[in-house]
C-alpha cells in the first residue's frame, strides 16, 4: 500500500483545514486508517483512526471534539477535518494504515503533509 497525505498548509488560531490520504496499490482494502503527527522537537503521536467500515473512530484527546477522521473506501480517500485549530496543532500529519483499527504500531505510512497553525 502507498499512502500520499496532502492538504497541509498555514492557517490562522481558530481556522479549519482538511486532510486528505490517497492509497494506490493495494489501497486500503479490509485496513484501518490513522493519522499521527510530529511537532518539531516532539514525538510522533497518534490523532485519530477509523476502522475499514467506519463504524469505529478513535480520538487523541487534545483533538477530541475539534478532528473528524472520515473515509470513503470507494474513492480509497481517508480525512481529517481539523477546525478550531491553535498553535499547538502545527505539525507534521502523517497518514497510516493496517489490518485492525488501532492506536499504534501501523504498517504502512505516507509523507506527511505540513501544518503550520499562526497565532
Known amino acids: 500500500v502507498q499512502l500520499q497525505a496532502s492538504g497541509g498548509g498555514l492557517v490562522q488560531a481558530g481556522g479549519s483545514l482538511r486532510l486528505s490520504c490517497a492509497a494506490s496499490g493495494r489501497a486500503f482494502s479490509g485496513y484501518a486508517v490513522a493519522w499521527f503527527r510530529q511537532a518539531p522537537g516532539k514525538e510522533r503521536e497518534f490523532v485519530a483512526a477509523?476502522?475499514?467500515?467506519?463504524?469505529?473512530?478513535y480520538y487523541a484527546d487534545s483533538v477530541k471534539g475539534r478532528f473528524t477522521i472520515s473515509r470513503d473506501n470507494a474513492k480509497n480517500l481517508a480525512y481529517l477535518e481539523m477546525n478550531s485549530l491553535g498553535p499547538e496543532d502545527t505539525a507534521d500529519y502523517y497518514c497510516?494504515?493496517?489490518?485492525?483499527?488501532?492506536?499504534?504500531?501501523?504498517?504502512?505510512w505516507g509523507q506527511g503533509t505540513v501544518v503550520t497553525v499562526s497565532s
Open positions: 497510516a494504515t493496517r489490518l485492525g483499527i488501532s492506536r499504534t504500531k501501523y504498517d504502512y
Open positions: 477509523i476502522s475499514w467500515g467506519g463504524g469505529t473512530t
